[in-house]
């Protein structure tokens, strides 16, 4: 019970990785709010299993691309839980198009959610935490992509090592008040729009590309955010972990065939 008794706030918890991490920060003791944008049912079902499990919790909808929205999801949060110990912004979209094909709007919108939405999130959060005067706990998800090139993926990578350098930035700013914050790059973490967006999608073809052998799951990033949320790693402070099984690790030239035995 790495988290017994601990106020959470998962964002973009109706599915996927979201959902994953709020539903083991639940087993780990935690009292959790879950907001969502479109996955309703995903994030009531999870509300559910959370209060089998004996803790408090609730679904919020939240457009977290408008910044009134996100001051008033802390808000409530905040309310519903009594404080506030560990916000982990998991919330944001990704797009799969040619560079030369994207346009304004679709730049717009990844900045939008996947920066500004964790951005102000994470400031009324840290604002909250001061306040309580007994720090907390700032978790970003981003992605292997702010660390690799991958085609198609420009805006999205992007943002994604966007968020990386401000959580290095604003780790160093709030540690005096003893608010840690830390980054979690997934790598190939099976979600439902790998179903929907990837052509003859296999977990099996896919997890041969990846050194350990096997695709990850949500609870894979689950655990390792409890871990970081907990006191267990208080001494971690402005770093992003990566989770992907040894996906960076391994050579572009083996991927492509080349060194293979």
């Known amino acids: 019970m790495l988290l017994e008794g601990k106020r959470v706030l998962v964002t973009g918890a109706g599915i996927g990785i979201g959902r994953g991490i709020a539903l083991e920060m639940a087993r780990q003791g935690a009292d959790v709010v879950l907001s969502y ?5 995903g994030a009531q079902s999870a509300v559910e299993e959370i209060l089998a499990l004996g803790h408090r919790a609730v679904a919020m909808h939240a457009d977290l691309s408008q910044v009134p929205e996100c001051f008033r999801l802390v808000g409530e949060a905040v309310e519903f839980l009594g404080g506030l110990d560990v916000l982990v912004n998991n919330a944001g979209v990704t797009l799969f198009k040619p560079f030369e094909e994207v346009t304004e709007a679709d730049f717009d919108f990844l900045y939008g959610l ?9 400031q009324r959060a840290a604002r909250v935490m001061r306040e309580q005067g007994n720090g907390g706990v700032i978790i970003n998800i981003l992605s292997v992509h702010a660390l690799a090139g991958f085609p198609g993926v420009s805006v999205y990578s992007g943002t994604k090592g966007a968020i990386m350098a401000w959580t290095r930035a604003l780790a160093v700013e709030l540690a005096p008040y003893r608010i840690r914050v830390l980054g979690i790059a997934p790598g190939a973490i099976e979600v439902p729009r790998y179903y929907t967006e990837i052509k003859d999608y296999s977990a099996e073809r896919m997890g041969k590309a990846i050194p350990w052998g096997r695709v990850g799951y949500p609870e894979d990033i689950g ?26 690790a391994r050579m572009a030239f083996f991927m492509e065939g080349f060194g293979e035995t």
């Open 37 to 41: 944008y479109r996955s309703e049912e």
């Open 223 to 248: 655990k390792v955010c409890a871990f970081l949320a907990s006191e267990q790693a208080d001494y971690i402070v402005g770093e992003t972990v990566v989770v992907d099984g040894g996906l960076l």
């Open 114 to 122: 996947n920066i500004r939405g964790q951005f102000f999130c994470a």
